[in-house]
């Protein structure tokens, strides 16, 4: 039976899944369980929310569980399930992230980016001067 809830509570709700989010870095178990809370209660409850919601967490982790050398002991499943969820929770989330958030994430990525792109062409670039 479905019932009301307060949005109130909701909102807290959310707010303290994210803190439980963020300060459970290392459980990529715990980390699944509430990313997928919070995305279900953001997709739910998405027009009615008032919230401010921080991007830096959610590359960090990323960054941290994912694109370090240091893997850990869990298994690929639970990291696979670790990457969706999280970038699940970013698109589920963006909504809420403070105005320039935008472009603090592209001075973020564009760096590397740009040094991944001008290597991939400069490859390309050197494996067609070889090749002709």
């Known amino acids: 039976a479905k019932s009301d809830v307060s949005l109130e509570d909701v909102t807290t ?7 439980v989010f963020t300060a459970s870095q ?20 998405r027009k009615k929310l008032t919230l401010k919601v921080d991007w830096r967490p959610f590359y ?15 298994g690929l499943r639970i990291r696979q399930r670790h990457f969706e969820t999280v970038t699940s929770l970013v698109r589920s ?7 320039g958030s935008a472009h603090e994430i592209w001075s973020e990525f564009s760096t590397t980016f740009v040094k991944t792109v001008l290597t991939v062409n400069d490859l390309v670039e050197i494996e067609f001067q070889i090749s002709t």
């Open 26 to 45: 290392d459980k990529l178990y715990a980390q699944v369980r509430w990313g997928n809370v919070l995305v279900n209660l953001l997709n739910n409850f």
């Open 13 to 19: 709700l959310v707010e303290f899944g994210l803190q």
């Open 93 to 99: 989330s963006r909504r809420f992230f403070p105005p």
């Open 60 to 74: 960090d982790t990323l960054i941290k569980t994912h694109f370090a050398r240091n893997t850990g002991p869990e």
